[in-house]
């Protein structure tokens, strides 16, 4: 199976601050990975789908980059709207697996 | 609009069943591969299994160890997990989602809470 890892596990940042998560494959999955934004009682959201493609309707500062084994999620001036858990999943192969999360919070 | 809507979970005695179904609407449900997912109090999102639009493929998670049973019937656009042998672990909220290994998953329903407890 095809483990995620994901850091940091959580951060804390100011609106407008650049933020960036990464997670990594503990094999390559080519481009197969999404990127979800949950919030708490929300279905989660995908942002980012195949690495780096912006899911239609999520705003710019939003991106996504990475092939193989190591991904990042940029969000380029964080909003207060922006403050969630995000989490990769991979879907290269059965089963699919979820990095743990990182929780993004106010500081 | 493309929309998924959970139903069927509720409290549960271990040991209980409870079937979850999943309404599609919005789409062509029968093409698409359609997946649950879980998440745990406190915890993180966890993908319990898969099922091709032709249902000839089916995937589960290794923790579930045979106690589960994905199914879908596309003349009625729904999915459903059939979940047997429940334990407190069990006890999340359920999503269903659309896709699979392609385009992974894009659309999700607001899940449904199964609790198992005693």
């Known amino acids: 199976d095809i483990q995620m890892t994901q850091s940091p596990s959580s951060l804390s940042a100011s609106v407008g601050d650049r933020v960036t998560i990464t997670c990594r494959a503990s094999q390559g999955i080519r481009d197969a990975l999404g990127w979800y934004q949950h919030k708490p009682g929300k279905a989660p959201k995908r942002l980012i789908y195949?690495?780096?493609s912006l899911q239609s309707g999520v705003p710019s500062r939003f991106s996504g980059s990475g092939s193989g084994t190591e991904f990042t999620l940029t969000i380029s001036s964080l909003q207060p709207e922006d403050f969630a858990t995000y989490y990769c999943?991979?879907?290269?192969?059965?089963?699919?697996?979820f990095g743990p999360g990182t929780k993004v919070d106010i500081k | 609009e493309v929309q998924l809507v959970e139903s069927g979970g509720g409290l549960v005695q271990p040991g209980g069943s409870l079937r979850l179904s999943c309404a599609a609407s919005g789409f062509a449900f029968g093409p698409y591969p359609m997946a649950w997912v879980r998440q745990a109090p406190g915890k993180g999102l966890e993908w319990v299994s898969t099922i091709s639009g032709d249902s000839n493929y089916i995937y589960y998670a290794d923790s579930l160890k045979g106690r589960f049973t994905i199914s879908r019937d596309n003349a009625k656009n729904s999915l459903y997990l059939q979940m047997d042998s429940l334990r407190a672990e069990d006890t999340a909220v359920y999503y269903c989602?659309?896709?699979?290994?392609?385009?992974?998953?894009?659309?999700w329903g607001q899940g449904t809470t199964v609790t198992v407890s005693s």
């Open positions: 999943l991979q879907h290269n192969s059965h089963p699919f697996t």
């Open positions: 989602a659309r896709g699979g290994t392609a385009l992974g998953l894009d659309v």
């Open positions: 195949t690495a780096s």
